[in-house]
């Protein structure tokens, strides 16, 4: 991909995951900036530009991935660096945004860490903010700068469509992702159903699949959600869609954090493919199971930073399914 420049064009990145960084480079055709990253014995961490960023549109990719607390600080420190360093914007790119998942208060006296999360950005001086798949659109709100919200969904839908012949359903495996489940089906012209699924909310990643509104018998059914943690939730889903007569039965899901059991869940169900895309690092050895399918977000990450670099529009990229 080839940059016209006005100005320069800089990317830097923390150690959460150089590879795909590395990917979205190559095709900005920009080196990746030089960074100095070091930890203190007490567990401080230390980052240096090594070279001149004055004047320069710096973007600073980080995902974050465990140990996550350590990958924020990260991104943070590097943005104080390039602000003090006279950058002259600088964009943070976490194509996953940490505690993204504490967007409102279900119990009394709960906090809103992902409203905190953004509040950090700011005051470390980023001026732009840029993520994929959001778990809610609401996020993008917490911040006084632009925040602007990418999504997988081009590239998995065509991967879905290359792979399934005949009648699809998209499933969501809950309420609150009806809005994502149709957009998925609007690309695939495909039906739509939604899992009941109960949760108590003193318990975290605890959750069951109780009855399913739609059809599914006989379709190739695809569970579609933003992220897999626990696996539960898409798990539990999988195997009351396959109770129900689905033909086959798909998850698809763009970050891959697969905490705890999450990996063993998936061996043992009922699924005939798991697609998740590089947001977050997947390790060689999940990444050549048989039923996993790493599908890599670098293109549309690239795309999107050329063209806030060139003050274009990012929507377009998306047909406005990044809203």
């Known amino acids: 991909m080839e940059v016209v420049s006005r100005s320069r064009l ?162 969501s495996p809950d309420a609150g992702g009806v809005k994502r489940a149709e957009k998925y089906a609007r690309r695939l012209d495909a039906s739509v159903a939604v899992v009941y699924k109960r949760r108590e909310a003193e318990l975290h990643n605890v959750s069951a699949a109780l009855d399913i509104t739609g059809d599914v018998e006989g379709k190739h059914a695809v569970i579609v959600d933003d992220m897999i943690d626990t696996a539960g939730t898409v798990v539990n889903a999988a195997e009351l869609v396959r109770a ?15 905490s705890g059991n999450a990996i063993d869940r998936i061996k043992n169900a009922p699924v005939d493919e798991v697609i998740v895309t590089n947001t977050l690092p997947v390790s060689d050895d999940v990444a050549n199971l048989d039923t996993i399918q790493v599908l890599s977000i670098a293109p549309i990450v690239a795309e999107a930073l050329q063209a806030i670099f060139m003050d274009s529009s990012v929507s377009e990229i998306f047909l406005g399914d990044n809203a």
């Open 10 to 171: 800089m990317l830097f990145t923390g150690r959460a995951n150089p590879d795909l960084a590395t990917e979205v480079a190559e095709l900005l055709g920009a080196p990746l900036g030089k960074l100095e990253v070091s930890t203190f014995a007490n567990g401080e961490i230390y980052v240096r530009p090594t070279q001149s960023v004055r004047g320069a549109d710096c973007f600073v990719l980080q995902s974050h991935c465990e140990p996550i607390n350590d990958h924020i600080m990260e991104q943070l420190i590097t943005i104080d660096a390039l602000r003090r360093a006279s950058a002259r914007r600088i964009t943070a790119v976490m194509p996953f945004y940490g505690y993204s998942r504490q967007d409102k208060k279900v119990l009394p006296r709960e906090p809103i860490s992902a409203r905190l999360v953004g509040d950090l950005f700011m005051t470390a001086g980023a001026d732009r903010l840029v993520s994929v798949d959001l778990h809610s659109g609401q996020l993008q709100g917490f911040v006084t700068k632009p925040f602007d919200h990418l999504t997988a969904l081009p590239i998995i839908t065509d991967y879905l469509r290359e792979r399934i012949s005949g009648p699809v359903t998209i499933i």
């Open 244 to 258: 129900k007569g689905a033909q086959s039965v798909r998850i698809a899901a763009t970050h891959a954090i697969f």
